[in-house]
């Protein structure tokens, strides 16, 4: 489907809008939520229909049915009746579907996967998508701009990258792979509003959907692409930006003690060849923010270079936090690691942003300021 943009520069309004065409495809969003379990509930509480996506068939279950859904070689069952092996539940009206415990918006899709397990995969409507998203990736309580910058950079990542998982027959992983995505239980009035408020509005350059990157916390300053990315190609709007507004918050400074065992394990998983005794860590080149680019590992073997990155993910994005490290030093237990920021420092700082609304920066501002010589748009749909 063709959308038509409306193009809107982040601090003037034009009279006479410039509009262009910009191909988009549909705006329905398939999300796993649940992949290859053995069995599920589901259930809702109004009536609601099964459809055979394979044979055409459909049946109406009454409000507060409880149903079992398992799979095997023969498709799929509810309770001891089959079913195909892709069926689809539709809510009567604007109920929600149940699964696990867990309600999602719209419809479910129920997929036997090729080892006998089934994917369960929410289908619903760009912004239901992102009322389920925001609360994930942001908290609802922060200020209100720096929620709307959330859901401008969210609606353009998702339409960015919907062949993500294409594959696999649906757009996203429910995890931080894509965006977390915690349907409709994850929902709040505050981060539902700034999806509202910002109703189409997507972020672009030079006519392009922009690569909307983003992060928990820069540390001071973002990083450009090159020093973090293993690739060639240019984004001009991702620059590195100097960053005062993010230093408050807890996520700032971090922490860490890694065994020497751990180290090595956490390599030699991910095919780097390293073994005991580590004698030194050592940085070995920056990036413009500081970050490390490389990390240079004396060890029993010889010596390791490793992009820093890759280090940080083999360890876990979660434990080394950042690659913006004030100091690596080696104790008796192993290396203490100290940082600042959270992430891989590419795109807008989360809590950057939140600081930024708390002066009473506009959304619009906050967004130029992390994407250098962007532009917000305007689906037509």
Known sequence: MKIKIL??????????????SLEIPETIIKVAVLENVSNLNVESEKKFFIYDLIRGVKKNLEKQTFCQISANKKGLFVGSEEWSDLIRIVPEEDDFIIVNGKKYRDTIILKKTDQEKI??????????YLYGILPKEVSWDWPKESLKAQAV???????????????????FCSKVHCQVYGGLNSEKETTNQAVDETDHEILTYRGELINSVFFANCGGQTEQVSNTWLTNIIYPYLKSVRCRFCGNEPNYFWKRLVTESEIVESLKKNRYEISLPLRSIRNAGYGRSGR???????HGAGILNIRASQFRMSLGPDRIRSTLFKEIKKVKKGFIFRGKGWGHGIGMCQDGAKGLARKGTSYKKILHFYY????????EY
Not at 119 to 128: A, R, W, Y
Not at 292 to 298: H, M
Not at 372 to 379: D, H, P, Q, R, V
């Open 153 to 171: 950079i969210s609606r353009t990542f998702a339409l960015k990258n919907l062949k993500r998982h294409e594959s696999e027959g649906f757009h």
């Open 7 to 20: 193009a809107a520069f982040l601090f003037l309004c034009l009279p006479n809008s410039f509009v262009f």
């Open 292 to 298: 490390a680019k490389f990390l240079k590992i004396s």
């Open 119 to 128: 994917t369960v995969i929410n289908e619903l409507g760009l912004d239901h």
């Open 372 to 379: 250098s010589g962007s532009k917000i748009e305007k689906l």
